[in-house]
């Protein structure tokens, strides 16, 4: 599975911006899909996953009723729709592809395929 995030870009605070991730290869929908994102002088953090079926979708904290995953299997798809943006949610957003349980799917680790990441700078 090869990945391409796009959509990144700069916004003010409190504005919005969607991000996609297309996958290419016909097992994309047998994969959970996440989200994960770096901070300058940062460690990678989880953002957002969405396992293979859509159905379950799962938030860091920092992001809960903010961001929104989805995902299009029929166009190898996924999204992440951040609204309210903070200062903090300033970073490098990738997404990340894997065959995770569900108890997993908070660690970059579960995941075997990544995209080249999507720079989101938020300003005040």
């Known amino acids: 599975v090869q990945l391409q995030a796009s959509g990144g870009g700069l916004v003010q605070a409190g504005g919005s911006l969607r991000l996609s991730c297309a996958a290419s290869?016909?097992?994309?929908?047998?994969?959970?899909m996440g989200w994960f994102r770096q901070a300058p002088g940062k460690e990678r953090e989880f953002v957002a996953a969405i396992r293979w079926g859509g159905g379950s979708t799962y938030y860091a904290d920092s992001v809960k009723g903010r961001f929104t995953i989805s995902r299009d299997n029929a166009k190898n798809t996924v999204f992440l729709q951040m609204n309210s943006l903070k200062l903090e949610d300033t970073a490098v957003y990738s997404c990340a592809a894997g065959n995770t349980i569900v108890s997993s799917v908070y660690y970059a680790r579960s995941y075997g395929y990544w995209g080249q990441g999507t720079l989101v700078t938020v300003s005040s």
């Open positions: 290869g016909r097992t994309f929908s047998r994969y959970s």
